[in-house]
Structure formats: structure tokens, C-alpha cells
């Protein structure tokens, strides 16, 4: 089976593991401080705090954005349910945007038309890897006193107009999954410019519990003394974890490069498919990260589709279904029909495999079984 997309471990990878396991340090080392100064460079922000999922990322952003029970977070429909439910673990309610048509990303109108008195954070989500403008979705903040937290899970390594895409929020979290643009296995980060926001997610990370001397409320006890100044959680990231990052980081660059030259083959491949609707290209002030290449196939015949084209060895997924539509938020008094855009963008969506090691060979066969399939 050709996965829709996979993890790419180097031998350098896996002996920056084995030095770290044979180090004595297998967590709260200074593994996690190298990774993180490294991907501050690569978000292009002063700091990032690395934690042990894209999840915890959010759930700590919104912590230190001041999210609380009562508040709203707009969040965009069509995303990975972490991104509203980090909201409802604080208390919150998510209110879910709809999205763009062709891009499946969160439109500034549509935000604008979901803010209310009680909303708090505004939480734009880089689909696929395609970047958000995020100056636009800071202007709308800033005129309603917003946080913003750019969700960039899929798009380490994409840039707008030359910068760091997730470089412009008050916050930005990424994801290292094993199919994003570089993995630690599992784990996560939160970068920002902001170092009270920084000092919050660290807080946050492990169980609310700090030993800076700087910040302790007791400052007559000992040098053993920590204290728990809020309820957080053990969202650390393990040293071993870390180094794979560090070490993956230093590939960033090629696997982006690798993406996108895949995804241009597939541009080439599928062209001129009038049953066939390909993703958003890069433009001169775009550049994706390309986590994934999404077509879109006729709705009635989506399952169908699907289901060859699993049936021929090919690991097509569909992302995302709509978070709203999910049972759980179903019986929260959320609506199916409320986004509508997006609940036709996840009625047609096929994700094609994409990965920096996919080979033409791989791709030119899944390019006639797709077309193959919608002639079904």
C-alpha cells in the first residue's frame, strides 16, 4: 500500500537518538532547549516551547491566550477536531467558521461574521500546508481585541510573502506527527514572540509546577522548592524525542522542496481532468508546506473513488471531516448545514499520497488509477 503520506528517518536520525539514550538524558534534558532554539530559527520567532503533541500545543496556547470557561474561539470548520476541542477542555465554546471553496481555508468574512462579545481567541487553520494571510487575520484581531493563534499543525516550513508563515500570529502551534513536515514521533510545539505567552506554555507543560526563581510567589525556602502555581498537565516532550527533531529540522528545507516538486508532478499528471478539481497552486507570495495534495471528485461519487483506488494499493485518506458534524458536537447543539462550504469541501475531498520519498513511478501509477476510477 502507498501510504498518503509517511514518516522519512535518516541514519543520522536514528544515531542522534541512540546518542541521546546513551547520554543519561532521557527527558527534561538539554535536548528539548537545542530543539527548541532550532525551531525558533525555522518558525522565525524568539521562542518555542516543544511539547508531546500538536494537541497539548493547542490546549497550552489557548491556556496562556487567557481562555477560560464562558469565552468563544472562532475556529475554522473544516480542520482536525484538537483544533475545537482544546477550546472545550478549557471551559470554552468553539465557534466554528466556514471556509473557503477552492482553498478549504478560513476567509477573514467568515470570521468576521462569528465574532461576538464573549469570543477570545482567533485560531486560523493552515489546510493542507497552504498558509493563511495571517497580517489580514491580525488586523481583524487587534480591532476586536484577539488573540490570535495561527493552528499551522501541516505547515512548518510554508511561506508568505517571504516570511516564516506561522511567523505573524501572537501564538503559532505546529504538529510533529509522523506525517507532517518533520516528526518526533509524537509531539508538539507552541512559537511566539511573546515571552509572558512563552513563560505560560512552560508552566502549563508540567502540571502548572515551575523552580524559577524569578517567578515563585515563596521565595524564604530552599533550593529544592517548586511550586504549583496553576492546573496544567505533563505535556513534556522526552529528550529522545527532541533530538529526532533537532535532527529533522536540519532536512526541513529538502523534504519542502521534495513536496512541492511531487506536487507538481501530480499538476502535470492530473491537468485537464474536467471531473477532476486540483488543489491551489503556489504563487509568488504562497509557498505550501505541502502536508497534502487534495483533489476534489464528484460528491455521489467520492465512496466509489475511494474505494478503488484502496483497492489498488493506493492509501488515499480524506481530511477533514467538518468538526461540527461529529456525534459529540452533534449532541453539544451544534448543526450540520451551519458551514456549508466546508461540509461540501469534505464531501468531495480525496487526499492523494504525498511524501518526500514518493517516486515518480509511485506517482504516474496513481495518477491512471485516479483516472481510471472516476470513470467508474
Not at 105 to 131: C, F
Amino acid at each position: 500500500m502507498i501510504p498518503y503520506s509517511t514518516q522519512d528517518i535518516s541514519e543520522a536520525d536514528i544515531q542522534a537518538v541512540v546518542k541521546t539514550l546513551k547520554s543519561g538524558w532521557i527527558t527534561q534534558g538539554p535536548a528539548i532547549e537545542r530543539f527548541e532554539v532550532v525551531l525558533a530559527k525555522a518558525a522565525g520567532t524568539k521562542y518555542a516551547v516543544a511539547l508531546n503533541s500538536g494537541t497539548a500545543a493547542l490546549h497550552a496556547a489557548y491556556f496562556a491566550a487567557g481562555v477560560k470557561k464562558g469565552d468563544e474561539v472562532i475556529v475554522p470548520a473544516l480542520t482536525f477536531a484538537a483544533t475545537g476541542n482544546a477550546a472545550l477542555y478549557l471551559g470554552a465554546r468553539p465557534v466554528f467558521a466556514d471556509v473557503d471553496p477552492e482553498t478549504g481555508n478560513m476567509r477573514i468574512s467568515d470570521a468576521r461574521k462569528a465574532i461576538t462579545k464573549k469570543t477570545k481567541v482567533l485560531v486560523p487553520v493552515d489546510y493542507a500546508g497552504r498558509p493563511v494571510d495571517l497580517r489580514a487575520f491580525k488586523t481583524l484581531a487587534r480591532k476586536h481585541t484577539l488573540v490570535l493563534i495561527a493552528d499551522a499543525a501541516q505547515s512548518l516550513g510554508a511561506r508568505f510573502r517571504g516570511r516564516p508563515a506561522a511567523s505573524g500570529a501572537d501564538m503559532s502551534i505546529f504538529s510533529f506527527h509522523p506525517v507532517k513536515s518533520i516528526t518526533t514521533g509524537e509531539g508538539g510545539a507552541v512559537v511566539t514572540d511573546n515571552p509572558e505567552y512563552a513563560r505560560l506554555v512552560r508552566l502549563f507543560r508540567s502540571h502548572g509546577i515551575t523552580k524559577d526563581a524569578g517567578h515563585l510567589k515563596n521565595k524564604k525556602e530552599g533550593g529544592w522548592y517548586m511550586e504549583q502555581q496553576a492546573l496544567g498537565y505533563n505535556y513534556r516532550m522526552p529528550d529522545i524525542n527532541a533530538a529526532l527533531g533537532e535532527s529533522q529540522l536540519r532536512r526541513l528545507k529538502s523534504f519542502i522542496t521534495k513536496r512541492a516538486a511531487a506536487a507538481r508532478h501530480y499538476d502535470t499528471l492530473l491537468k485537464n481532468i474536467p471531473s477532476l478539481m486540483l488543489p491551489a497552486q503556489d504563487s509568488v507570495t504562497n509557498r505550501s508546506a505541502w502536508h497534502l495534495y487534495p483533489v476534489r471528485v464528484d460528491a455521489k461519487k467520492r465512496r466509489a473513488v475511494f474505494d478503488y483506488l484502496r483497492s489498488r494499493g493506493i492509501g488515499v485518506q480524506v481530511h477533514h471531516i467538518p468538526v461540527h458534524t461529529h456525534p459529540h458536537y452533534q449532541k453539544l447543539g451544534y448543526k450540520k448545514g451551519s458551514c456549508p462550504n466546508a461540509e461540501r469541501f469534505y464531501a468531495t475531498a480525496i487526499s492523494i499520497p504525498l511524501f518526500p520519498r514518493i517516486t515518480l513511478r509511485q506517482q504516474q501509477y496513481i495518477a491512471r488509477e485516479l483516472k481510471k476510477s472516476l470513470k467508474i
